[in-house]
């Protein structure tokens, strides 16, 4: 059964950057069916798709958030990164990793989802 | 972007009951349409996908329907663990984006 698992500092000081590591157990990272993605729940809010990657190093991300975001991925350790510089107290929210399924060159939904994160931006 | 709004915002309801919810999307979506459940502490659980598709595992009592820009999930027959927060997300193009959510509580 494929687990993902979030880790990382829960607390940021604005204006750093928020590094976070999505761990991928039962299954192979190196899929050609699925992308892995980051998404994003403000406290008490909806829910914010950041980005995406595959295996290869393709990405995809949220132009929203796109001047800000690096999503990485390693292969040989079965596990993608999240990076977000420049934080302020807005970026504050749970943070999920998510394997994103696809078909051909469309990216669909995520199954399954990690248990999420909590990252405060404070000083 | 696409926006995605769902209606109502909230519903009180009883066991037993059929219940449903609504997405709508700011232009056609096709069938690209998914629904999450979501307790509180939880991370989010796929349902259906692509509009109508059954995720496996998932008790036989959620469906959805739809295509274009209205969609809908239905509850048949209300069990007590299924009071939660529902999303819908659309997957039909980039930058993929959720409802606002539908707070189901017991009323």
């Known amino acids: 059964q494929l687990q993902l698992q979030e880790s990382g500092p829960g607390l940021v000081k604005p204006s750093e950057t928020l590094s976070l590591t999505c761990t991928v157990s039962g299954g192979s990272i190196s899929s050609s069916s699925y992308y892995w993605g980051w998404i994003r729940q403000p406290p008490g809010k909806g829910l914010e798709w950041i980005g995406s990657?595959?295996?290869?190093?393709?990405?995809y991300y949220n132009p929203s958030l796109k001047s800000r975001v690096t999503i990485s991925v390693d292969t040989s350790k079965n596990q993608f990164s999240l990076k977000l510089s420049s934080v302020t107290a807005a970026d504050t929210a749970v943070y999920y990793c998510g394997r994103h399924h696809k078909s051909g060159y469309d990216l669909n939904w995520f199954d399954p989802w990690g248990q999420g994160t909590l990252v405060t931006v404070s000083s | 972007d696409i926006q995605m709004t769902q209606s109502p915002s909230s519903l009180s309801a009883s066991v037993g009951d059929r219940v449903t919810i609504t997405c709508r999307a700011s232009?056609?979506?096709?069938?690209?349409l998914n629904w999450y459940q979501q307790k509180p502490g939880k991370a989010p659980k796929l349902l259906i996908y692509a509009a109508s598709s059954l995720q496996s595992g998932v008790p036989s009592r959620f469906s959805g329907s739809g295509s274009g820009t209205d969609f809908t999930l239905t509850i048949s027959s209300l069990q007590p663990e299924d009071f939660a927060t529902y999303y819908c997300?659309?997957?039909?193009?980039?930058?993929?984006?959720f409802g606002q959510g539908t707070r189901l509580d017991i009323k």
């Open positions: 232009q056609s979506i096709s069938s690209y």
């Open positions: 990657i595959y295996y290869s190093g393709s990405t």
């Open positions: 997300q659309q997957s039909y193009s980039t930058p993929s984006t």
